[in-house]
């Protein structure tokens, strides 16, 4: 026997950022009623009869039919980050690349051009030039932090403005509300890659973004499981133009990494105020170490946007960088010292990850490029994640000494 629900539903659209990152989205079946939300690791799903199949694929972007398309555990993933993003709508993607190319897809065609910030992932520079050049959609490159540079690459047929901030490595910021009113004008989509500083940390819609990119890899995880991705903006967008193509080409994020993305959004508040506080702390003490040429991360008043990084997101991220004066010989040296650090491709994990950018991350952008960006041979970036800050600066202290 069921007896009626009793109990309203809580308004989400009230809710804080604390809560909406372990409620939001959650369904339960009406059989089992579970606590935690369910992995649905099924490839379709059943009809009762051949005509609700029919009206099932009339209204693919609405039930559950085939999980190229939809999943209710991605679902209930996309709608948590959604919420959270204060975005209409979201789609998962089996990549954080998968995701700025689903949406450079669904959005660009051959004669398009648009303007992408230097300092962008390296894959994305590779994406934008060498995989959408050969489909005749144009790019400028400019500097991020440079607004009237973005005014001066529009062009006629430019469609989509394309920026990450803060920037990997050197943790530049982009004024995202005076680029909007650019690209607004420009009538370009506006898409910020928001993997640095995730939602707890700063919300590009509400300043003014159209579209957020995330690789849900780093930070919407944590904890270095799964690869995955999704992009977030308006209804129309998202289920009138991302949905479509995703259901067509196909790159879905599987309900499994769904699901443990659902887990480290449950602690994505936490994780990014304890490793952006640690993350300070160490780049104010490296900041004072011999050897250290410049230090950069956007809480230090040294950055050159620290005000700009105050007023637009809550702290300066997890990710900092710093050069130090012995070049590639003396990154090498303090990055091989380290028994702590890992050394490995990945960063937002709660694990600190140390790298070199220009052989690494940066290796197949051209030398010219990366010297342009700002990449030089003796830069470091560490990935600072939830271990004793104590403990960390020991690690380090030793390639530090001359
Ligand atoms: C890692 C990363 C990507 C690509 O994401 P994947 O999940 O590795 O495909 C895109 N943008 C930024 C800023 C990243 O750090």
Request: aromatic share 8%.
């Amino acid at each position: 026997m069921k007896s009626k629900p009793i109990r309203k539903k809580p308004d989400f659209s009230k809710l804080a950022l604390e809560t909406l990152a372990v409620r939001a989205g959650t369904r339960r079946t009406a059989e089992y009623q579970e606590h935690s939300e369910a992995m649905f690791l099924t490839s379709s799903f059943c009809f009762d009869s051949a005509e609700l199949a029919a009206d099932g694929f009339a209204h693919a972007d609405q039930g559950f039919i085939y999980s190229r398309f939809t999943n209710p555990t991605v679902s209930m993933f996309q709608d948590r980050l959604a919420a959270l993003e204060g975005g209409e709508a979201c789609i998962a993607t089996s990549s954080g690349m998968a995701a700025i190319l689903t949406m450079a897809m669904s959005h660009l065609q051959a004669g398009d051009h648009v303007v992408c910030s230097r300092s962008v992932f390296g894959a994305t520079i590779q994406l934008f030039s060498t995989i959408l050049g050969r489909f005749g959609i144009t790019t400028t490159y400019v500097d991020l932090s440079d607004t009237k540079a973005w005014q001066n690459a529009v062009q006629e047929n430019t469609k989509l403005f394309y920026l990450e901030t803060p920037s990997n490595p050197l943790t530049e910021i982009a004024d995202i509300k005076a680029i909007s009113k650019i690209a607004k004008k420009a009538q370009a989509l506006f898409a910020v890659d928001n993997c640095f500083c995730t939602p707890a940390l700063q919300r590009p819609l509400l300043l003014g973004a159209d579209v957020v990119i995330h690789s849900a890899t780093k930070y919407l995880d944590g904890q270095g499981r799964v690869v995955g991705g999704a992009i977030v903006g308006s209804n129309d967008f998202i289920m009138g133009k991302v949905f479509p193509y995703v259901r067509t080409a196909g790159p879905t994020l599987s309900a499994f990494n769904a699901w443990v993305f659902l887990k480290g959004l449950e602690t994505l508040e936490l994780r990014m105020k304890q490793q952006s506080q640690n993350a300070l702390e160490i780049a104010q003490w490296l900041e004072k170490q011999p050897g250290v040429e410049r230090v950069y991360h956007p809480g230090l008043k040294s950055h050159p946007q620290h005000a700009l990084a105050k007023r637009q997101q809550k702290a300066g991220g997890a990710i900092l960088s710093f050069t130090l004066k012995g070049g590639k010989k003396a990154a090498f040296k303090l990055i091989n010292q380290t028994k702590l650090c890992s050394i490995t491709a990945n960063l937002g994990d709660t694990r600190t990850t140390i790298t070199h950018p220009a052989t690494t991350t940066h290796c197949r952008v051209s030398p010219e490029a990366r010297k342009a960006a700002g990449i030089t041979d003796g830069l470091v970036r560490i990935a600072v994640g939830l271990e004793s800050v104590v403990d960390l600066k020991s690690d380090l202290i030793g390639g530090l000494k001359k």
